[in-house]
């Protein structure tokens, strides 16, 4: 059984940094596409970056230069690093994982299997 757990969360001010934490089971990380959405409050959710299983990243532009995707294959685990943090980034991060051998675009209906999301809060 596929499952998907977000850590690392919390509240920061503007200009720090977390590192969000993607714990998965049940499937190996680096054979599945892995990616990262969040849910801006009053916003639809959007992706913010993905690593395909042959370790291609993508970046959205508001993640671009600011954020980190990797991945620890002996830990099975996905990470988001977070730099430069600002206001408009607070949201509930989700990790999200699909088998597809394609590198599909970050969009919600290319992934199947999602985490219960974790909650960034960055102030000004």
């Known amino acids: 059984q596929v499952q998907l757990v977000e850590s690392g969360g919390g509240s920061v001010q503007t200009g720090g940094s977390l590192t969000l934490s993607c714990a998965a089971s049940?499937?190996?990380?680096?054979?599945?596409?892995m990616a990262w959405f969040r849910k801006r409050p009053g916003k639809e959710r959007e992706g913010v970056a993905d690593?395909?299983?042959?370790?291609?990243?993508t970046y959205t532009a508001s993640a671009l230069g600011r954020f980190t995707v990797s991945r620890d294959n002996d830990r099975n685990t996905f990470y988001l690093q977070m730099n430069d943090l600002r206001p408009d980034d607070t949201a509930i991060y989700y990790c999200?994982?699909?088998?597809?051998?394609?590198?599909?675009?970050?969009?919600?209906?290319?992934?199947?299997?999602w985490g219960q999301g974790t909650q960034v809060t960055v102030s000004s």
């Open positions: 049940g499937f190996a990380v680096k054979l599945y596409s």
């Open positions: 999200a994982a699909d088998p597809s051998w394609i590198h599909l675009a970050l969009r919600e209906e290319n992934y199947s299997n």
């Open positions: 690593m395909h299983r042959s370790g291609t990243a």
